[in-house]
């Protein structure tokens, strides 16, 4: 079984809607992040995790929230989607001295 | 702030080498990576690299890293089509462990 999962892997939702994406792992990590991938622009951090009572927000979080519902789950949440969040979201975890992250396959998102 | 920089496309033949180079921003990293992204799967960690170190080789994958240049770079020696992916840098610097990835190098392995 993989280690980090993710629930949805594809999803097409229309401008407005309320989306959550999910992320589990069973690799007993504390920490969580979640990225979003374009097209030329690489990875970038959305929010990230480092245990079950801390969140603290990435590089591009506007639009975004999230839940750190236990130490294996962290869901991500977009409250009013917009085409421009059509993306690959990944998630990913690590436990320190962070020397990896692993990644879960990704969530092709497409807004309408 | 922090930035890491790549070229997004590396086409070479099989069995020639193959060279992936990576600047970054931050003169505090302490760890530097490559990921390997292959179609339609996330990311793979393929090495990371301390930065009191200048090299590091692991079987085909040599890497290189120049810290007063902020230059870090992938050799891939006798590439195969299998190593047709896309190709991430990231560094890691003082806070945790936060990543700052590169927009990534499409390598193409043409036979």
């Known amino acids: 079984d993989a280690d980090v999962t993710q629930t949805p892997r594809n999803r097409i939702t229309k401008t407005g809607k309320r989306i959550m994406l999910e992320c589990s792992q069973t690799k007993g990590h504390d920490r969580m992040y979640w990225y979003r991938q374009d097209p030329g622009l690489g990875l970038r951090l959305i929010y990230y995790s480092f245990d079950v009572k801390d969140i603290n927000k990435g590089e591009i979080s506007d639009g975004y929230s999230v839940s750190r519902q236990a130490q294996a789950k962290f869901s991500l949440s977009l409250e009013s989607a917009i085409p421009n969040q059509t993306a690959l979201y990944f998630c990913?975890?690590?436990?320190?001295?962070?020397?990896?992250?692993?990644f879960g396959p990704g969530t092709r998102l497409t807004v309408l | 702030g922090e930035d890491v920089e790549q070229s997004l496309f590396l086409s070479v033949r099989e069995g020639d080498s193959s060279v992936i180079n990576c600047t970054y921003t931050?003169?505090?990293?302490?760890?530097l990576y490559w990921y390997k992204q292959e179609p339609g799967a996330g990311l793979q960690l393929l090495t990371y690299i301390f930065s009191n170190m200048d090299m590091k080789q692991d079987q085909r994958l040599t890497v290189l890293l120049n810290k007063k240049d902020k230059h870090l770079s992938l050799r891939i020696a006798d590439t195969q089509t299998g190593d047709s992916a896309i190709y991430f840098c990231?560094?890691?610097?003082?806070?945790?462990?936060?990543?700052?990835f590169g927009q990534g190098t499409e390598l193409s392995v043409k036979p």
């Open positions: 990231a560094e890691r610097g003082n806070q945790g462990g936060k990543l700052i």
């Open positions: 931050d003169s505090s990293s302490t760890y």
């Open positions: 990913a975890t690590s436990d320190p001295p962070d020397n990896e992250q692993f």
